[in-house]
């Protein structure tokens, strides 16, 4: 039940009066200009004002309307303060540019009064105190203003705005209108309930008491708006068992005739009968019954039934009993979208975006979703919001884009939250802000979101959120739920006792799952773990195969592995040939380590006649792509001219190519030319400088160089106790000119 928000009591005494003195003037429909004003609000910001009929009214209110006469100038659903405000300066503008003589006013949601002025409370209110209402509600008084200012002769109002509030909010916000003691001239005003009352909702059907029984009415011939009134509130009495009585407030001179008898007959059916009509084909329907659906539908939806309508569209869409036709389903998804359906506004933008029976339009398509989304429909919010990130049949606009993802994630549209979460951490639209977008995706990702699951897991992976264990949990829910990408992180943490106990076994079993959905890198982990016997038993042959599932896609270190394979004959019968196939597969694609093996391969003859021309052209290959051994020995082939002619210069460039980059090799050979001046001019203090690095990585030969050079006082002062400390390090470890050296000098190792 719904007890809403409280009007003032009017006596009936007073509205008999009324009617008493007014006179009938029959207005024959069609001879005065006729608009409609609808509004509705159903989801609110805070949740817990939220409704449940509101919309449903609204769509039955302006279906009937329709059939009366009436152009439905605005139909607007789930309004802010600012959109009350704009589309009211809309409504007088268009009132007064197309000379409209009548107009009806409907609104259905939470309304409430303070100081004797009513107000209609919008989507976004805010109200911690009473005095707040002002501010953040919309005062009705604007509505008869907006009509005041149009020149309307007669303004007729609908307010079901009497719905109940929790408990909670009731402190701040006076519950129920209040009925006035004068209305503007020209005005006829329907309440939902007495002053300061509340208005049930109907828990168990389709519209509120109030608006369930005033669609009985309005359609009906040659009633006054006082007699529907009276029928209204009897009605409406009668079902709540007189806990809700409607009251109303009327400044017109004479009566008012909605509807006169020699109208079309169609018009005659209320509401209420072309709804039932729809609910038996919508009930049909839902139970697969579609031959029995088809009549009811197709009635209902020529009657004008939006739901109807779009159902009728669904059939033609689907083929259900009826031949499929997209053109008719488009037709008819129109026909209910144009009365601002928003199931229907979806469904015409999901045609347009893929072409069926329209021609594919992203503009258009992008247009009916908004007008889903602008309705409430957060699946078509998220597709809008979407659509503006993208740039796709709408201008690029990130700051709209994260307004659409944020509404929708206000309703708890799990993929809004993810996508509002990304534009955070991305900083697209809203200031980066990492806090804020991990709070959506775990909104999301408590929805069982995976997307948002992998994201929690990848933002706690590293940084200022760096949480191993939480990591590893997210990865693992969003693993579960068969997030590649999550398997696959999962499994690398199982690998390294990441957040998780190192377990092979585990990481086996998240990367054979990924293996299997056929990621190369992943297929060459796998082949690792059967090389090396982790979490599985060793099986050469099993790496083979997983290897050769990589390398089929391209993947280097697969090649790499392959080659290896065949070079030493594990899982595979041993060959040469196929071993140096793959490794120039893989130098092909860029990979320094398979031409520097290659080079290698060649330059000591293994399995292969050594052949320094092809050492050269791989180790080259390799040493420009940074490979500091390859860098070494290419320097090596250029002193000893094999493969390349002699050229000292060329060799000490590698040599210092390689030096640089950390190789103790090419930093001996560096000391080495620098100290013999060869390839560039003899300096003892480079060649020192080389020879230490080398030592300091506990290189044996620049241990024993750079001792000889303290020795003797060369490039470095002359220092005997540095120099046998020097020797002494490469004889412990079999340095034979060190050995020597200290056994000249009488000191032992």
């Keep these: 039940m719904k007890r809403l928000i409280p009007l003032l009591l009017l006596s009936f005494t007073l509205a ?10 029959k207005l024959p429909m069609g001879t005065e200009r006729r608009a409609a004003v609808i509004f509705a609000n159903q989801n609110y910001f805070d949740n817990a004002y939220d409704l449940k009929n509101t919309y449903n009214d609204a769509h039955d209110i302006e279906a009937t309307l329709k059939r009366m006469g009436f152009d439905i100038i605005s139909s607007k659903v789930d309004l802010t303060h600012q959109n009350f405000n704009d589309e009211m300066e809309k409504v007088s503008r268009e009132l007064k540019g197309k000379g409209y003589q009548v107009v009806f006013f409907y609104y259905s949601g939470h309304g409430s009064e303070y100081d004797g002025e009513n107000y209609l409370i919008p989507t976004d209110v805010r109200v911690n105190y009473i005095k707040d209402i002002p501010r953040e509600c919309f005062p009705l008084s604007k509505v008869f203003e907006a009509f005041t200012n149009a020149d309307i002769k007669t303004s007729i109002l609908a307010l079901d705005a009497c719905r109940s509030l929790p408990r909670y909010i009731k402190g701040r916000l006076p519950e129920g209108l209040v009925i006035p003691k004068d209305n503007p001239s020209g005005t006829f005003t329907f309440y939902a309930a007495k002053s300061r009352e509340s208005a049930w909702e109907n828990p168990d059907g389709r519209n509120s008491y109030f608006t369930q029984e005033l669609l009985k009415y309005l359609p009906q011939p040659d009633l006054t708006l006082t007699q529907i009134h009276y029928k209204t509130r009897q009605g409406v009495k009668t079902i709540t068992k007189d806990q809700q009585e409607p009251m109303f407030l009327s400044d017109l001179e004479n009566e008012f005739v909605l509807l006169k008898s020699n109208a079309s007959a169609d018009v005659f059916k209320t509401a209420q009968e072309i709804k039932i009509l729809a609910q038996k084909g919508i009930e049909s329907y839902q139970k697969k019954q579609f031959s029995n659906a088809l009549p009811y539908l197709e009635e209902a939806a020529r009657l004008g039934d939006p739901d109807a309508q779009n159902m009728l569209g669904e059939m033609f869409y689907y083929g259900h009993s009826i031949t499929l036709n997209y053109t008719q389903a488009t037709n008819w998804y129109r026909k209910s979208a144009e009365q601002g359906h928003p199931e229907a506004q979806y469904n015409l933008g999901y045609v347009y975006s893929y072409g069926k029976g329209v021609n594919q339009d992203d503009a258009e398509s992008a247009k009916w ?16 919001g979407t659509l503006y990130e993208n740039g796709k049949g709408v201008k690029q606009d990130y700051n709209k884009a994260v307004d659409w993802y944020r509404r929708s994630a206000l309703q708890k549209n ?24 991990a709070e959506w995706f775990r909104f999301a990702a408590d929805q069982d979101n995976v997307n948002a699951q992998y994201n929690l897991g990848y933002i706690y992976s590293f940084g200022n959120y760096k949480s191993p264990i939480e990591s590893a949990k997210w990865y693992k829910k969003a693993a579960e739920q068969g997030h590649i990408a999550a398997q696959k992180n999962l499994g690398e943490m199982y690998e390294n006792g990441q957040g998780v106990e190192k377990d092979y076994d585990q990481a086996f079993k998240w990367y054979k799952i990924v293996a299997e959905q056929g990621d190369d890198h992943i297929e060459n982990k796998l082949g690792d773990m059967y090389k090396y016997g982790q979490g599985i038993k060793q099986d050469y042959e099993q790496a083979v195969g997983w290897y050769g599932k990589s390398a089929e896609k391209g993947n280097i270190l697969a090649e790499e592995n392959l080659g290896e394979m065949y070079y030493y004959g594990r899982g595979v019968k041993q060959s040469y040939t196929q071993a140096i196939n793959w490794y120039q597969k893989a130098a092909n694609r860029g990979s320094a380590e398979a031409a520097f093996i290659l080079g290698n391969i060649y330059d000591n003859g293994k399995g292969v006649s050594q052949d320094y021309n092809k050492a050269a052209k791989w180790y080259q290959m390799s040493a420009e792509k940074g490979k500091s051994l390859a860098q070494s020995n290419l320097g090596e082939l250029y002193y000893f001219g094999r493969g390349v002619k002699q050229n000292y210069s060329q060799a000490a460039e590698w040599y210092r190519k390689a030096a640089e980059n950390g190789n103790a090799r090419g930093q001996i050979n560096l000391g080495y030319m620098y100290s013999h001046g060869k390839g560039v001019e003899q300096d003892y203090t480079n060649a020192a400088k080389w020879y230490k690095e080398a030592a300091d990585q506990k290189n044996d030969i620049g241990q024993s160089n750079i001792g000889y050079l303290y020795e003797n006082g060369y490039g470095v002062k002359r220092d005997e106790k540095i120099a046998i400390d020097y020797y002494q390090k490469a004889a412990q470890q079999g340095n034979e000119e060190a050995q020597k050296a200290l056994t000249r000098l009488k000191k032992t190792w």
């Design 414 to 437: 799990a993929d809004s939250q993810n996508k509002l979460g990304l534009m955070y951490y991305n900083g697209k639209g809203v200031t980066k802000n990492i806090a804020q977008a």
């Design 369 to 384: 979703y908004e007008e889903a989304a602008k309705q409430g429909n957060p699946i078509a919010q998220n597709i809008v």
């Design 16 to 25: 008999h009066a009324q009617e008493k003195r007014l006179g009938i003037g």
